[in-house]
Every structure is written in structure tokens, then in C-alpha cells.
């Protein structure tokens, strides 16, 4: 049974000083929470100023929410659509040449419903190059999609993805490559 009154946080490190985590709410609610179109240059150098790791030619649209820049790492030529979310509460790795269509959520952490603490637990995502994630696709925490994979529309992934795989559905589930990932 869970009992939220023994949940702590102690152990989680959030990566840097409270103040600049502080700093990116802002510049996250200015900048990259508006509908406004703010040229994805200026969103890119944000990001690398609070420690993102971000190649070139990296396309980013509006009220993309990216928790903590510090632990996201991404390829060239990226594309992050309209309202994604990628909770960073571990390392979220994006290769070359992926995209993460609109809505989708990259999820590095959950809760251990087992302990009566509902302690945090994390984990990594790794997205290798030339992968296409679906719009409002749900990716768990520890997830690999190998190069060359592709997550459907709507799919909730919560295990890795071979090299050329496309995945669909909830659970998701090996598909034939042909359904639309958008």
C-alpha cells in the first residue's frame, strides 16, 4: 500500500544549483512556452547556455517543455514538434536525423508503486539516428529505440526498439513499417 506521507525526493539530484534551475523555468515559460513563434536558433543557444548538448540544423516549435536542458543531448538535423515533452529527470539522448512529432512525451521517470514510499526511480532514453517518434507517442523510462526505428501515433513504449523496427499500439507492438508514425 502507498503511503505518500513516507515519499521523499532526498536521493534524487537535480543537476545543478537551485538557481539556474530556477532561471530555466523562466527562460522555458518565456521562450519555449509560448505559441508565439520564437526562431529555433534562439531556443538552441538557451539550451546549450543551460548545458544541452545540441548539433546543428535542430528545428524546435512552440511550447516544447524540456525539464532539465543539463541532461538532453541531441543530433543535427532534429526535429522536435509542437507540445512535446521530455521530462529530463535522467539523460534523454536524441541521435541525428530524428523526429519527435507534436505531443509526443519522453518520460525518464516513475514511481515504485511496490515500496511504500512510491519512491522515484529513472531511467535513461536513447533514440538513435534517423528514428521518427509518432505524435502523442508515450516513451517509459530506460527505453533504446535503435537507428532507423519508428514508434506509431499514440503508442506507449516501455520496451526498446530494435534497429529498423516500427512499433504501434497500446502496449505497442512490432507493426509492418507501413502504418503512418503522424
Known amino acids: 500500500m502507498i503511503d505518500l506521507s513516507k515519499f521523499t525526493n532526498q536521493e534524487f539530484q537535480r543537476g545543478v544549483p537551485r538557481w539556474k534551475e530556477a532561471l530555466w523555468f523562466v527562460c522555458r515559460a518565456v521562450v519555449f512556452g509560448t505559441w508565439l513563434p520564437v526562431p529555433s536558433p534562439v531556443k538552441v543557444c538557451l539550451l546549450r547556455a543551460f548545458g544541452a548538448?545540441?548539433?546543428?540544423?535542430?528545428?524546435?516549435?512552440?511550447?516544447?517543455?524540456?525539464?532539465?536542458?543539463?541532461?538532453?543531448?541531441?543530433?543535427?538535423?532534429?526535429?522536435?514538434?509542437?507540445?512535446?515533452?521530455?521530462?529530463?529527470?535522467?539523460?534523454?539522448?536524441?541521435?541525428?536525423?530524428?523526429?519527435?512529432?507534436?505531443?509526443?512525451?519522453?518520460?525518464?521517470?516513475?514511481h515504485d508503486f511496490g515500496k511504500v514510499g512510491f519512491d522515484l526511480i529513472t531511467g535513461p532514453i536513447v533514440v538513435g539516428d534517423s528514428c521518427w517518434i509518432g505524435a502523442q507517442?508515450?516513451?517509459?523510462?530506460?527505453?533504446?529505440?535503435?537507428?532507423?526505428?519508428?514508434?506509431?501515433?499514440?503508442?506507449?513504449?516501455?520496451?526498446?526498439?530494435?534497429?529498423?523496427?516500427?512499433?504501434?499500439?497500446?502496449?505497442?507492438?512490432?507493426?509492418?513499417?507501413?502504418?503512418?508514425a503522424a
Open 53 to 110: 548538448r545540441v548539433g546543428r540544423g535542430v528545428v524546435i516549435r512552440s511550447r516544447v517543455n524540456i525539464t532539465f536542458p543539463w541532461r538532453f543531448e541531441c543530433g543535427d538535423d532534429v526535429w522536435i514538434g509542437d507540445e512535446v515533452l521530455i521530462l529530463s529527470l535522467d539523460r534523454v539522448t536524441l541521435g541525428s536525423s530524428v523526429c519527435v512529432s507534436q505531443r509526443a512525451f519522453l518520460c525518464t521517470g516513475s
Open 137 to 180: 507517442a508515450f516513451v517509459a523510462p530506460g527505453v533504446t529505440f535503435g537507428p532507423g526505428s519508428r514508434c506509431g501515433a499514440g503508442a506507449v513504449v516501455t520496451k526498446d526498439v530494435p534497429a529498423g523496427a516500427s512499433v504501434n499500439g497500446v502496449p505497442a507492438r512490432p507493426g509492418s513499417g507501413r502504418e503512418p
